[in-house]
């Protein structure tokens, strides 16, 4: 049920009643999934035209569905919602990506944007707004959460004051290593990464160590955003 169709909204603006925001939605935790489905739901400007709990069903409703936009959450369960965002930039480059997650964390949100998403929005201070986020984004425009902006822009001056003191010469990564950055990145522990991978939480926490040691870093974050700004992941 349409419980609150928009008041105004003008003509030249993508998303009309008539031709609805086509919207994929993937989340593996059902309450959230909810909430947020019926938000879409109660929007005419909206067509939810499917829903997915985990990166292998998403990955067949991305196969099976035309879509807009892509809600899609970073910790799917079965993987990472990075490689759902590269699968759809990759098959449709237009298509907007918009992230839901618990994580309000700078790294997350940076390599979403070197992805291709246009949108980071963190799910408990965003209820009630997801409608709007995909308006936003449909029309050229981007969706983030007010303090993770902030603090993106306050990490962005920081950045541009200070000189750089890394080295020139890249450290190339094993495609272990990458696999395991990749994994740090999406907010998986050691034991949780080692799971995945069949090897021992021990020999996940050698190969960060290792990793640290090419990025010249000593933090997990610090690794994910060396390696990013590198493009080595």
């Keep these: 049920m349409h419980s609150n169709p928009p008041s105004v909204w003008p003509d030249f603006l993508v998303g009309q009643e008539e031709q609805p925001v ?8 059902p309450h959230v999934s909810h909430v947020i489905a019926q938000e879409l739901l109660g929007d005419k400007r909206i067509h939810l035209v499917g829903q997915a709990g985990c990166l292998r069903d998403g990955r067949r409703k991305v196969g099976h569905h035309d879509f807009d936009v892509m809600l899609v959450d970073l910790n799917l369960g079965d993987g990472c919602g ?37 949108g980071y929005l963190i799910k408990n201070s965003w209820f009630g707004n997801f409608p709007q986020a995909v308006l936003q984004v449909v029309n050229g425009g981007a969706s983030i959460t007010p303090n993770l902006a ?45 799971t995945r991978l069949v090897i021992s939480g021990q020999t996940v926490n050698t190969h960060i160590r290792n990793i640290y040691h090419k990025l010249q870093v000593r933090t997990r974050a610090q690794a994910v955003s060396c390696a990013t700004e590198r493009g080595l992941l």
């Design 22 to 29: 086509r919207v994929l939605l993937v989340d593996d935790d």
């Design 82 to 118: 990075f490689d759902l965002i590269e699968q759809v930039k990759t098959l449709a480059p237009m298509t907007e990506v918009v992230v839901i997650s618990a994580i309000e964390d700078e790294e997350h949100a940076l390599r979403a944007f070197e992805l291709g998403a246009t």
């Design 150 to 194: 902030r603090r993106l822009l306050n990490r962005l001056d920081t950045r541009q004051a200070a000189p750089s003191t890394r080295p020139n010469q890249r450290e190339r990564l094993s495609d272990r290593e990458k696999e395991v950055l990749k994994m740090v990145a999406c907010g998986y522990t050691s034991p949780e990464i080692g």
